[in-house]
């Protein structure tokens, strides 16, 4: 039984495999409709969502499968005091697979060292989130064509911007990749992706804090919103929060081919003006994120369809 | 050299940086062993120019010798038996501890739950970088 915790839980290869089956599944949608019938996914929201939790809801009715969770800690029996291992030794009982997201770091990994199901991390704390990395991968490769030989350019929180972290993680396995990291002074990269991956892997990388100086050279802008609950400091976040605003003035200094992907929500970071430029391609990496899960799904749940 | 009475059957953890014995009689809990501690503080060496030494009169399988490396691998520990020392032990970084320190990320599950183990993983063997296994913040002593 397999779990998806950390985005280098599947090799290279396998990556590769799981997103041939996303582009399959996204060509013919129709060959995947009852393939998971029968089977049920628990999505498991200790902190709000409304993206990731309805990517994995539709992803598993795409597949002709049932969902059943709750949504906010409030209305589990965490309220109670029950435990992350308590309460996922029941959930195994309910369903066939789960999707966790949990405001502490590692809840996942606690989750899935007790499940007798397979688990996927849908988010936890400011510290991983890999579903979303492998959307970011799909969607890049899909309209790249390619996850090799590009210069990434990640703006915004990247100190507890988990989706920038598990990123990184992911396309360091890559040839050729760079990172132009763009942030203020209070929310660069953490040590432990900046020493751990970058500098022990020899990946080129640059910390700046202009957006404009770094746009020209960007074949993809990873834009992140300041996210006002991991501040314990109302002030911090008031200073940070529209620190970057791409807007189109921007996108003039950018390359042709350049694409502009953000997790989502987005807040002030990416004018509304953007959206209709065809670089800007965040609505289209939503769509490849429920393609992803569904691939996902089918592979934990070791479900082939011929 | 003050001289301490000699171990009949224990260990002599010889080569303590000066100042640290107290650290490690806390985490290989000595205090609670029911036998005879020595520690030795700022003895002269030719090697460190100064070194704590703790001597301890037990069974030597007492010893917790992969919490004695992760707190300072470069100590030396020599078995002792029948008043003479029969092995001295190289000490390695363990590649996982648990229940020898506590992380201290507010954001770590461990953090809230708190009958869970917290286990530290060796990620950088030449950096000495112990992360916590659930959250990745790294352990600064």
Known sequence: MRHLISPLDFTVEELDTLMDLASDIEAHPEKYAHACAGKKLATLFYEPSTRTRLSHEAAMLNLGGQVLGFSSADSSSAAK????????????????????????????????MHASIPVINAGDGGHQHPTQTLTDLLTIRSLKGRLSDLTIGLCGDLKFGRTVHSLIHALSRYTGIRFVLISPEELRLPSYVRDDVLKKKGIPYEEVASLDDAMPKLDILYMTRVQKERFFNEEDYVRMKDFYILDNEKMKAAKPDMLVLHPLPRVNEIAVEVDSDPRAAYFRQVQYGVYIRMALILTLLEVKVC | MLNVGELNEGFVLDHIQAGKSMDIYKYLKLGQLDCCVAIIKNARSSKMGKKDIIKVECPIDMLDLDMLGFIDHNITVNIIQDSKIIEKKKLHLPKEIKDVIKCKNPRCITSIEQGLPHIFVLTDKEQEVYRCKYCEEKHKW
């Open chain 1, 81 to 112: 005091g029950e435990s992350v291992a308590d309460t996922i030794r029941m959930i195994s009982c309910y369903a066939d697979i789960c999707a966790i997201r949990h405001p502490k770091e590692g809840a996942p990994l606690v989750a899935a």
